[in-house]
């Protein structure tokens, strides 16, 4: 019998159920593809991806214990610490990560939360990004409302911060801050009119359905994110999640393909994990409906596909880069410095 969630695919909602979501997941693979496809068409350039990129402008000594992250501070993973960069070198990597085809640069800083001296700092990154006519986006842990307004008035355009998985496995990732910790400051973010960047990992030993949790967490929002981050776990030595074993990839591409149609007007992005990925298995994510990438050559502490290596995928596919209204780009080869903050943004 045909699941009735299939007659309201396409609309957005925000009272699916979690049985609904567990529906989608259930579907045989090439009928959740088909429809994941057809909603992707209705709301997106199916032969398009937008492209960001990721400085971490603060780096590692960070209080919170997420259990995937090699910036805390309390994992021994050999990992650099590095205090607020100067803005003047976040100017530099902007123009470099521009230059290279971006169009929103991001920014990470391993925080629990912005004290009021480094937001001000961040705050001026953020309006030397955009007067290099990018979008900006930035990471810096829980935000107050205050704070959350202090950078919409600076004009940052995304802010993110990630639900990482189910509200029922989300204890055994993380115990310094709850779930509402983090529903709290996305509701900060949103009633500053921000736009909010939210999504989660797999691959850190969750079952499924703990990803149809995050997913139902994400769409029940009382607004869709914009940006839906889908990462995978990059195992670091150091981390409680060192051994984590990856997702199978065929259950990637069913979380993506189920974000996209509960989610159909948020860019859905591969994110960390994506040097672990075949080109196959990248070309089935954007048939499933992933249309961002983060884009360079380096994470903080794992690799990312070659730059020159995702212009050549971006070629045999057919996809071009997303581009902002009056600003053309091309993905280049020029090498971007990039570094993920917050583990897997
Ligand atoms: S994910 Fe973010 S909040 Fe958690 S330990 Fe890493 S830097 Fe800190």
Redesign the pocket.
Known sequence: MRPAVLDRLGEIRHDWTLAEVQTLFALPFSDLLFHAQRVHRRHFDPNRVQVSTLLSVKTGA?????A??P??VRYETGLEREQLLEVEEVAAAAARAKAAGATRFCMGA???SPKERDLAVVIAMVRVVRALGLESCATL?MLTPAQAAALAAAGLDYYNHNLDTSPAYYQKI?TTRTYQDRLDTLAAVREAGLKVCCGGILGMGEAPEDRAGLLHALATLPAHPDSVPINQLVPVAGTPLAGSAPPDPLDFVRTIAAARLTMPRAHVRLSAGRGAMSDELQALAFLAGANSIFYGDKLLTTGNPDPAHDAALFARLGIRPEERPGVSVELGSDAVELAA???AA
Do not use: V
């Open positions: 960070c209080p919170e214990d997420c995937y992250c910036q805390s391993a925080w629990r842990g993380i903050a917050h583990g």
